[in-house]
């Protein structure tokens, strides 16, 4: 059964008049965290959209790229998009159940940011309002600063991203614990480690960024400090 099925089945059980926040109640076991986690990133994705006014063709694209949707679920995924963004709930209300059900594991809360800023970023611009929204979102998943500019950093084309920032250390920090961060970064980043904390399989080639920019970060930092 895809996940896509699956979400189509957790959304039928919705009672009439429920919003999307009573599905992230139900769903707090693995294997429906999986189905959870999908649910969430097209949820706080809709809300972002709402936040910047404006949904583009390149958003849309970089979520299927995320999650690779066959074109005969697409359905399925519309249906949530368009709930979350017809939903009174705020999305400050999506993030803190979503918190709630990932509480154990901020690895996972972690990724799904990840996902949203691969979508927000997608379309070439980073606008003030998104950047606002994946702020905000990053405290109610009780997100440290530093840990949400790493991720940023990342992702945001803003210039030439610092290394020690990628990483999520400062550059006074010992060579030796910069390169425990960076085994630990990438140890978390593995498709079977992503997985077993209940990120969907269609989603774990958002690692491939991460990977990329965290070793690129790592080889700047050890080539400085070994000059």
Not at 32 to 39: L, N, Q
Not at 156 to 170: F, I, K, Q
Request: proline residues 6%; glycine residues 4%; hydrophobic residues 45%.
């Amino acid at each position: 059964m895809s996940i896509w099925t699956r979400i189509s089945q957790a959304l039928q059980a919705l009672a009439s008049g429920e919003g999307l926040g009573a599905v992230f109640e139900r769903l707090r076991t693995p294997p429906e965290r999986s189905v959870a986690f999908t649910i969430a990133v097209i949820a706080l994705s809709a809300k972002m959209a709402k936040a910047d006014g404006l949904v583009t063709r390149a958003e849309v694209t970089a979520f299927r790229e995320v999650f690779s949707i066959p074109p005969e679920e697409e359905p399925n995924a519309a249906r949530v998009f368009n709930l979350a963004r017809q939903d009174v709930a705020g999305f400050e209300d999506y993030a803190r159940r979503i918190a709630a059900m990932f509480e154990r594991d901020k690895s996972t809360l972690c990724d799904l940011l990840e996902g949203l800023f691969h979508i927000a970023i997608a379309d070439g611009t980073y606008h003030p309002a998104e950047d606002a929204f994946l702020t905000r979102v990053a405290e109610l998943f009780g997100m440290s600063e530093t840990r949400f500019r790493a991720i940023r950093a990342r992702f945001v084309p803003d210039a030439v991203p610092d290394p020690y920032t990628v990483l999520g250390v400062s550059p006074d920090t010992p060579l030796k614990e910069i390169r425990a961060e960076w085994r630990k970064l990438v140890r978390d980043s593995h498709p079977d480690r992503m997985i077993a904390r209940g990120v969907p399989e269609e989603a774990v080639k958002m690692s491939e960024r991460k990977m990329i920019a965290i070793n690129r970060a790592w080889e700047e930092i050890s080539a400085r400090e070994t000059a």
